[in-house]
């Protein structure tokens, strides 16, 4: 099938635009954003293998953001983290400076893991149950 000279010329303009839209500071995390969460699923399972899905017994929303001075990330006091500070975890190719943004970051605390990338929250805990949670997150 003919495409019109129109219909060419702008499929260069849009794809312009997404290139200029995803690579632009908004679509990035730095410190000082605020992120609101919505679980998408948290399941429980118990030391003989039983699985149980939680998210009808805990809030599903939560927010974090990215604090600079303590390199943490700190949830709000509504929430299931209800206010911790969790200090960001150095690994391979995760820099943290304060020149770098924040697309991907990691932090633990006792035998508990905590992940962000591409607007996914996970969190794992391993202590008598094992507890998996998964979020999706924007930034306000």
Not at 96 to 104: A, D, K, P, V
Request: aromatic fraction near 14%; glycine fraction near 4%.
């Amino acid at each position: 099938m003919h495409q019109s000279s129109n219909q060419k010329e702008n499929n260069p303009m849009k794809k312009l635009l997404i290139i200029l839209l995803l690579i632009s500071p908004f679509s990035f995390a730095d410190w000082g954003d605020v992120y609101y969460c919505q679980m998408t699923s948290y399941l429980a399972v118990s030391p003989d293998g039983r699985v149980e899905e939680l998210l009808e017994v805990v809030t599903k929303r939560f927010q974090f953001k990215l604090d600079e001075t303590e390199q943490a990330v700190v949830f709000g006091k509504k929430g299931h983290f209800d206010g911790q500070t969790l200090p960001l975890t150095p690994i391979a190719n995760l820099d943290y400076s304060s020149s770098s943004l924040l697309e991907t970051w990691y932090a633990e605390g006792f035998l508990e893991m905590y992940t962000f990338g591409e607007n996914t929250f996970s969190y794992v805990s391993l202590q008598n149950h094992t507890f998996i949670m998964h979020a999706d997150c924007d930034k306000f």
